[in-house]
């Protein structure tokens, strides 16, 4: 089986951007179970859990761009992902600035 194209921009429009207390990041290493290690927009590498209602629905996996929540009592380690970017959708928040283009 090959790799699965998104055929038009159809795809594209449900991207969500980071809302107060959002961070992008970028997954740099899968901890096992929930558990997985990111590289956020501010420089803190933090250790990302992957929330529940994505844990089986959305698979994640290593340079995957996420959008993290930080948790408010251990702001500066630990969040929540909250969405995983496709490849389209990483190209397009490149093109539009949202995202350093060497992130």
């Known amino acids: 089986m090959g790799k699965?194209?998104?055929?038009?921009?159809?795809?594209?429009?449900?991207i969500r951007l980071p809302e107060e207390g959002?961070?992008?990041g970028r997954v740099l290493k899968?901890?096992?179970?929930?558990n997985v290690l990111i590289?956020?927009?501010?420089?803190i590498t933090r250790r990302g859990r992957i929330?529940?209602?994505l844990k089986r629905r959305?698979?994640?996996?290593d340079?995957?761009?996420?959008?993290?929540?930080?948790?408010?009592?251990?702001?500066?380690?630990?969040?929540?992902?909250?969405?995983?970017?496709?490849?389209?959708?990483?190209e397009w928040l490149k093109e539009n600035g949202h995202i350093p283009k060497d992130f």
Do not use: H, Y
């Not at 590289?39 to 420089?43: F, S």
């Open 30 to 34: 899968m901890l096992g179970g929930e």
């Open 22 to 24: 959002e961070l992008f």
């Open 63 to 90: 340079n995957d761009i996420v959008i993290i929540a930080p948790w408010d009592f251990n702001e500066a380690e630990k969040g929540d992902i909250v969405w995983r970017f496709t490849l389209p959708q990483v």
């Open 51 to 53: 929330r529940g209602k």
């Open 58 to 61: 959305v698979w994640i996996r």
């Open 4 to 14: 699965r194209q998104v055929k038009s921009e159809s795809a594209l429009k449900e």
């Open 39 to 43: 590289k956020c927009t501010d420089n």
